[in-house]
């Protein structure tokens, strides 16, 4: 047998024999290090999996998507002109370019026995380069044929499955309203970790693509040449934007978002699905540094402190010729051995929790084992040698001649390491906690914070055609105004809890400039009463006022308008019932003239998430230049439970989309929810994690201290003067992590907090409530030790240590 092969067996040999001599301090590492572990293994695959978004399609390293930061309402879209095109051909004839949108279409599934209108889910008309962006794996039929020809279209694998069952969907058809589509392929449903959602694709239309540069209705996506400075394309575009689309009026900038940037980097409106958050990975990256540091805290801790009792061995293994370097592979060995052992147990954890863990993080993470293997093996190793480093170079370093005559006495720098780390676990225990705290009650905030609109019993039907329901006396609205429970119903053509995408400038009586752009959105009549907007002055729109709906004529545009105090203010008029009666001018593209006659003023309204201050409104009455509006209905609190069925009714029709706008707001902050939750819930690990390493440093503690303990009790201490004394030490140790703690807490909190225009203010009893919890935990650890060490006889006690 070779040699090395003979002294790693005997290696194993006697790190098996020092597990079974040290059964306590085993079994608290390999608690510690599971729990530790399988969360730090969850944590990493859900890293890994929000980075490996988009990774599947072609040429990913050099594409780009198109992106506009609009000045006026200091938003940025994902949308663009098609025009841009011709712009980015005439920088550089070797950039590629593929454009789509994803307009609603309602069909009927042909060769059905009771046919009924359909939407289709996420359908796209594109171009016949798609293919050359985005991976779309064939199933059945040929894409590329679809992507040739008008009057095709291309299924997922899904979409396929709800239209027609269990039908064969290849060659069926799908009826317009004054036309069909012939299904002539299939493909298999895109995975979750891509940014685009595709329920089916056609070829889009040239007459879509034939616009303005100052019509924005399409995602654009580019790949560039090598040689191509993006920050100079960006530029170009930008001043061409200007000077070609916009009479030279600074309204918009072109940014170009990498494609793999896409996930984590753009949390737009108009995005293609929720994305996530490049702050959400980090966050959780951190927390699984912070998990791990704990446990290996631990680690150092207990092993440090039971160096005493190894002493000997290492003495009597360099008396017999064991040099100090096969020592630290010896200690190391059982380290990564203990690790070793604890992974395999942390998996099995992982596994059973991961779909827990998916519910908490809004995933869906599924199982690779050889991905579980080969982050789990790499944890092994890193913990296995990072924990074990300073225990093995601490071991090996006895002298043998000192320890074996009983001269032994412990070091001075492990026992200050061990109270340094424990000092830094309770900083991240304190920290953890007053987050979870303020961050808890942030997201409180926001949730009953004032919009400026009701949430309560107010129902959306989303996504309807213009053309159905934005008219000006829509049968289909007059019958819900008559279903029983409805209080008010009007049509609006933007969501309240996500973003107005479009804006207006006009130009006021006995002014020569025209106002900066304002938000805009186009409404039906009783919009406040729908919508639970607060009239300061004026009115709502009514059907009673039959100009309040937008009218053309040759010479001229009319309509009503409601504006918010905001615009009032910011305009200079010095009270809201001031404007009431004029008549602001808006100039179309087309040149007309829009005459907007100013009929009530209402309170701001908060649109989408507070991140950003309320800015100024106006409505406008029967004016839009959106594909889509959605109903909102305000209902009795008797009526809301069974609404949805009966509206659907009234539509006719059975998919369309209900969201109830309470439900709607809470998912503007869904992503700080989650954060929330995810600290909370790892406050709590850290916490257990903590007291797991001090419960097995106070039981060590507390056993070196037992003749002392014994010698106190015959000298008429009592119990719990004894059990105060030992945990006094700690409780010192964590009013020190509190001192560091504290201070850089609040100003990483202040900083989190800035990023709100409502946020909370951070009060001085959440930190006392965090250093209170942390110190009674602290002390409940290490009395439970403590009260049990103290019970011992004296005598007994005396006696063993003689």
């Not at 540091?293 to 293994?317: P, Y």
């Not at 998996?347 to 579980?372: E, H, M, T």
């Not at 809890?497 to 900066?516: F, H, K, N, W, Y």
């Not at 008029?573 to 009666?581: E, K």
């Amino acid at each position: 047998m070779p040699k090395h092969s003979a002294l790693m067996i005997t290696a194993v040999r006697t790190s098996v024999r020092s597990f079974s001599a040290q059964w306590l301090h085993l079994l608290l590492n390999i608690s510690g290090l599971v729990v530790g572990m399988a969360a730090a293994l969850l944590i990493l695959m859900f890293v890994r999996y929000e980075l490996s978004f988009d990774q599947q399609h072609p040429a990913d390293e050099n594409s780009y998507r198109l992106e506009q930061w609009f000045v006026p309402i200091a938003q940025r879209f994902p949308i663009s002109s098609p025009a841009m095109k011709q712009l980015l051909v005439q920088y550089h004839p070797d950039i590629t370019v593929s454009r789509f949108h994803t307009s609603s279409l309602k069909v009927t599934p042909a060769g059905q026995l009771s046919p009924r209108q359909m939407s289709l889910q996420a359908p796209m008309a594109v171009e016949a380069n798609f293919t050359d962006f985005f991976q779309i794996d064939t199933l059945q039929g040929d894409l590329a044929q679809v992507l040739q020809q008008p009057g095709l279209i291309a299924l997922s694998q899904s979409e396929a499955s709800r239209l027609f069952g269990t039908q064969n969907a290849l060659g069926q058809l799908l009826q317009l309203a004054d036309s069909s589509l012939k299904v002539a392929a299939i493909y298999a449903d895109l995975p979750e970790n891509t940014h685009l959602v595709a329920g089916s694709l056609r070829r889009i239309a040239d007459s879509e693509l034939a616009t303005s540069l100052a019509i924005n209705n399409v995602y654009s996506y580019v790949q560039l040449p090598a040689s191509v400075v993006i920050a100079d394309l960006e530029q170009y575009l930008t001043k061409a934007l200007k000077e070609q689309g916009y009479e030279g009026q600074d309204i918009a900038t072109i940014q170009l978002r990498a494609f793999h940037d896409i996930h984590l980097h753009s949390a737009l409106a108009h995005e293609l699905k929720p994305n996530g958050s490049i702050r959400s990975v980090q966050l959780a990256f951190a927390l699984a540094c912070l998990i791990l540091l704990i446990v290996a805290i631990n680690f150092i801790n207990i092993s440090t402190a039971r160096a005493g009792s190894r002493a000997r061995e290492v003495g009597v293994r360099k008396t017999l010729g064991a040099s100090r370097l096969q020592l630290i592979s010896q200690f190391l060995l059982e380290s990564v051995l203990i690790c070793a052992l604890a992974g395999v147990l942390a998996i099995i954890v992982a596994v059973l929790c991961l779909p827990y863990f998916n519910l908490l993080v809004g995933r869906q993470i599924g199982l690779d084992w050889s991905q579980l293997a080969g982050l789990q093996s790499m944890l092994v190793l890193v913990m296995g040698l990072a924990a074990g480093m300073y225990p093995a170079f601490y071991l090996s370093a006895f002298d043998a001649k000192r320890v074996l005559s009983g001269d032994f006495q412990r070091g001075g720098t492990a026992i200050w390491l061990r109270k340094a780390l424990l000092v830094l676990q309770g900083m991240i225990s304190i920290a953890l906690i007053i987050a979870t705290l303020i961050i808890q009650q942030q997201l409180q905030l926001l949730h009953n914070a004032p919009t400026g609109y009701d949430r309560s019993n107010t129902l959306m039907a989303e996504a309807i055609p213009q053309a159905q329901i934005l008219q000006q006396d829509n049968a289909l609205v007059q019958r819900l105004r008559q279903v029983p429970g409805v209080q008010a119903v009007s049509q609006i053509d933007a969501k309240l809890t996500d973003t107005v995408p479009q804006a207006i400038s006009m130009r006021l009586p006995g002014r020569t400039e025209p106002t900066p752009m304002i938000r805009q959105i186009g409404t039906g009549y009783q919009i406040s009463q729908a919508a639970g907007f607060q009239l300061l002055a004026g009115r709502d729109f009514s059907a009673d006022f039959a100009s309040d709906w937008f009218h053309s004529t040759a010479e001229k545009n009319t309509a009503s308008m409601i504006v918010s105090a905001s615009l009032v203010e910011q305009l200079g008029y010095t009270s809201v019932s001031s404007v009431i009666g004029q008549v602001w001018q808006h100039e179309e593209h087309n040149g007309k003239i829009t005459h907007l006659t100013v009929v009530g003023v209402m309170a701001d309204v908060q649109i989408g998430s507070a991140v950003n201050a309320a800015a100024p409104l106006v409505l406008i009455c029967g004016y839009s230049v959106m594909e889509q509006s959605h109903l909102l209905l305000h209902l009795t609190v008797d009526a809301a439970p069974g609404a949805k069925e009966m509206i659907r009714e009234q539509l006719r029709l059975d998919d369309i989309r209900f969201q109830w706008v309470g439900d709607e707001y809470s998912m503007v902050y869904q992503s700080q929810m989650r954060q929330g939750q995810v600290v909370m819930t790892f406050a709590v690990l850290a916490l257990i994690l903590t007291c797991i390493g001090m419960l097995g440093l106070s039981a060590f503690t507390a056993g070196q201290r037992r003749r002392e303990v014994a010698i106190r009790k015959i000298l008429g201490a009592d119990r719990l003067g004894l059990v105060q004394l030992l945990t006094l030490e700690y409780l010192k140790l964590m009013l020190i992590s509190a001192l560091v703690a504290l201070p850089l807490t609040y100003f990483a909190l202040q900083h989190w907090l800035s990023g709100f225009s409502v946020r909370v203010q951070q009060s001085a009893g959440d930190y006392l409530i965090a250093l209170l919890l942390t110190l009674i935990l602290s002390w409940c650890t290490v009395a439970v030790i403590a009260w049990r060490t103290s019970a011992r006889s004296p005598a007994q006690v005396l006696r063993q240590a003689l």
